[in-house]
């Protein structure tokens, strides 16, 4: 049994094996676990958790939903937002992703079903995923819902190991299956849905067990792109050149 840390509208948070795991509660009448602006700040709210934590952990994000992982902002609530709602939305959406690819611990997606627009953005910005094998897909549908992808969103998603997956996914919209996205290399395994969370949380326990200052410093030295937006909108992260170096 874990120990319950957090308990908010949209997720909850408990420690299992030392791994913070981030679980999106929001699937009831239709929702999906899509983003809004009061979605984004309960994510903020976790990642400030996890960054205080003392010892050494990971972060697992998952849902218990049988199909879905997140499938992106909410469009119907973002078309009733006026312009500098919008505006507010798009920032702390950048803030979410630079925090989460940055954060000083290391970090899982566990993509139980699908994950699409600004949910597999979000899984974009992990270490690393492992997805359900059976169900769900890996989807960048921007450019079929007249979306472009953001100087910060591009970057997280150019995070992905496949450069030509990626191309083919921006460029076309096309859905990956669990088994296509372990042939691409997007996602590092794919188990049977009453599997799929204990997988994510052994690979977390294993990166857990790294020294958490130098994993963060090594991986953050690979994002210098996104470490540089993070910097322009007051981010601090590991590794962090000093101020007139």
Not at 90 to 99: E, P
Not at 173 to 181: D, L, M, N, Q, R
Not at 183 to 197: F, G, K, P
Not at 216 to 235: D, E, Q
Request: charged share 20%.
């Amino acid at each position: 049994m874990g120990k319950r840390t957090l308990i908010m509208k949209y997720m909850t948070m408990d420690i299992k094996q030392g791994i913070h795991i981030l679980t999106l509660t929001n699937v009831q009448n239709g929702n999906d676990n899509t983003l809004t602006t009061e979605v984004l700040d309960e994510y903020l709210q976790a990642l400030d958790e996890v960054e205080l934590y003392q010892k050494n952990t990971s972060l697992v994000i998952t849902c218990e939903h049988e199909k879905t992982f997140s499938t992106g902002i909410n469009l119907d609530w973002l078309n009733t937002q006026s312009a500098t709602g919008k505006q507010l939305f798009s920032d702390k959406f950048n803030l979410v992703l630079c925090r989460l690819a940055l954060l000083n611990v290391p970090t899982v997606a566990c993509i139980n079903g699908n994950a699409y627009a600004g949910g597999a953005i979000l899984a974009s910005a992990a270490d690393y995923r492992v997805m359900r094998s059976d169900r769900g897909r890996f989807c960048f549908p921007e450019v079929n819902i007249k979306i472009p992808f953001s100087p910060i969103t591009r970057e997280v998603v150019k995070l992905l190991p496949n450069e030509k997956a990626i191309n083919d996914m921006v460029l076309t919209g096309v859905a990956y299956t669990g088994i296509e996205c372990l042939d691409l290399n997007l996602v590092r395994s794919i188990h049977l849905a009453d599997e799929l969370q204990d997988a994510a949380i052994d690979l977390a326990v294993q990166l857990a067990d790294k020294d958490r200052h130098t994993y963060c410093h090594i991986r953050n030295g690979f994002r210098s792109n996104i470490a540089s937006h993070a910097s322009r909108i007051g981010i601090k992260y590991i590794g962090e050149p000093a101020q007139g170096s």
